[in-house]
């Protein structure tokens, strides 16, 4: 059973602040994801990787497949960004394992 | 293209009930997963179904089923309910073996 683990728990920023949430894994997978949850409940899908980096907007997902470590990044954070930023992996027929979830507030 | 949608938005039932959920997936994604959310143990798998089968389920017991339509549309039912069956309730839909998955707005359920 795959193990995710997130850091930090919970993360408080000034507006314009590089924001870096880590995750890692214990075993292999065919995909990571990052998701963002807002209050109230709707979960989106931000990235899924299998490798290397990828990039939208504001937004930056890495993977390291040797060190099983991802890193979600936020460049120029707005208060906007506030949320819940959640790494999962896997996928398909054996649903997705989630990693407790990172309590992001970018204050003004 | 229309997004995932679950219905009921929100429900209250008494203990001893069951509840039905009902998600209508993506058109086109065949694959559906249930997860549930609570404040305690975060976000868990349930089980996921394709072509009107279930291919794998989580750690949960007996009283969470569901079922998957031959139009992908898919249901879960939760019976003898329990204080700690209170939860957000998701369901996400994806192209088979895609494991991109796009969620829904959840169903939140209290149980008192």
């Known amino acids: 059973k795959n193990e995710v683990e997130q850091s930090p728990q919970n993360l408080t920023a000034q507006e314009g602040e590089f924001i870096t949430i880590n995750c890692s894994y214990s075993?292999?997978?065919?995909?990571l994801h990052w998701l963002q949850q807002h209050p109230g409940g709707g979960i989106v899908s931000l990235f899924m990787?299998?490798?290397g980096k990828k990039k939208h907007g504001r937004l930056i997902a890495t993977i390291n497949i040797q060190e099983k470590h991802s890193s979600l990044h936020i460049t120029a954070s707005h208060p906007r960004d506030s949320a819940v930023y959640i790494c999962?992996?896997?996928?398909?027929?054996?649903?997705?394992?989630f990693g407790k979830g990172t309590h992001l507030i970018i204050q003004p | 293209k229309a997004g995932v949608t679950q219905t009921p938005r929100y429900l209250i039932k008494t203990r001893g009930q069951q509840v039905t959920l009902s998600c209508s997936p993506i058109?086109?994604?065949?694959?559906v997963s249930w997860y549930q959310q609570t404040p305690g143990q975060g976000l868990q798998f349930l089980f996921e179904?394709?072509?009107?089968?279930?291919?794998n389920k989580g750690n949960f017991p007996g009283r969470f089923s569901g079922r998957q339509f031959s139009n992908s549309r898919s249901e879960m039912n939760v019976s003898t309910l329990e204080l700690g069956d209170s939860a957000l309730y998701l369901c996400?839909?994806?192209?088979?073996?895609?494991?991109?998955?796009?969620f829904g707005p959840g169903t939140r359920l209290t149980v008192t």
């Open positions: 075993v292999g997978i065919s995909a």
């Open positions: 990787l299998s490798s």
């Open positions: 999962a992996v896997g996928g398909g027929a054996d649903g997705l394992t």
């Open positions: 179904y394709f072509s009107e089968t279930q291919r």
């Open positions: 996400a839909s994806s192209l088979v073996d895609n494991y991109e998955q796009y």
């Open positions: 058109s086109g994604h065949r694959s």
